[in-house]
């Protein structure tokens, strides 16, 4: 049982790195945006 919540833990942490990976670079380009004007 304790491994198949460590399995579940496992797949949300990936879920939020790829959601972390696909926000990430619009929060850089706005970053770079804002910086320039």
Do not use: D, W
């Amino acid at each position: 049982l304790a491994h198949q919540v460590n399995e579940v833990n496992l797949a949300s942490q990936v879920q939020e790195e790829k959601q972390v990976m696909l926000e990430s670079p619009v929060i850089f380009v706005h970053r770079r945006v804002a910086f320039k004007t």
